[in-house]
């Protein structure tokens, strides 16, 4: 993690640092092909991939491991490109902050969306919310860095990241109390890490439109 993270942040994922789990990218992928095949091939239903706060309360501690899967993955095509996109964004992460901190990052995303969960006592889908922060994170580190959708559509991570986080605005919007505080929980790693880096980005901004504002205007002097 650079300087353009608070001090604080920074000495408080150093001193967790002896957590970090190095090459997470190969890890998730494998979880998410294994889950696949046991979706797949060994008819299992998407249920007993999801948290459930009543079963795991009635001794399923099992489910307290997530698999990253989700109910519309159901095309090997579709998995290829979901287990690229997950290495390519996990490992590009890791290069840039180094195992420590991103274990950090996705042990809290995991702790947040359990905590998510038994406040509303509804099941959910664990990685779904991690790799939620994962790709925000990811868009907000290497907002011009291009992926190409299928190989063929170059879009900037950016603009991926700009529509997840207007798709969840809207939701957080039309939420409930109790849906606005599971958002707001489910998204702690991310606001926890990113948000005095978006704001201090949203100052300087701030500032170089005023004083291009009053240099066009003292030009015409």
Known sequence: MDQR????????????????IPNLAPLICAMAILAFAAKAMGGASIERFLFDPDLVLQGQWWRLFGFPISDGLNNPIYLIFYVLYLYFVVNTLESQWGPGP???????????????????MQPISIWFHILENVSLAFGTLFPDLELYIYFILP????????????????????????GKLFISMTLFPYLLFFSPLLFNSLKTHYRVRKNRKKFDSDSWR
Request: hydrophobic content about 70%.
């Open 5 to 20: 993270f608070p001090k604080w942040l920074r000495t408080f994922v150093y001193k967790l640092e002896f957590l970090g």
């Open 102 to 120: 991103l274990t950090v990052f996705l042990l809290l995303g995991y702790l947040s969306a359990l905590a998510a969960s038994f406040l509303t």
């Open 155 to 178: 879009v900037k991570a950016k603009w991926l990241a700009l529509l997840a986080g207007a798709l969840i605005l809207f939701k957080f919007i039309f939420a409930t109390l109790l």
